[in-house]
């Protein structure tokens, strides 16, 4: 694994997009839940909103805006 890691180059260090993804599995989560029990949207507005603003913000804040 470590001659593979080592042909592409990589540092071993995640990516700063991977905890975007993280957070957009969730939000899938949520929204699936909420969809399969009421065949409709209507709770997972909230906790879908709060994983996207402070997940992704605070994910895009510490590469773009401290550095």
Do not use: H
């Amino acid at each position: 694994m470590s001659m593979m890691r080592d042909a592409m180059g990589a540092q071993g260090k995640p990516k700063w997009w991977y905890s975007i993804a993280v957070m957009v599995m969730i939000c899938v989560f949520f929204v699936g839940i909420d969809v399969y029990t009421n065949g409709k949207i209507t709770w997972s507005v909230w906790p879908v909103a709060a994983v996207l603003f402070f997940g992704v913000g605070f994910s895009l804040l510490n590469k773009f805006g401290r550095e």
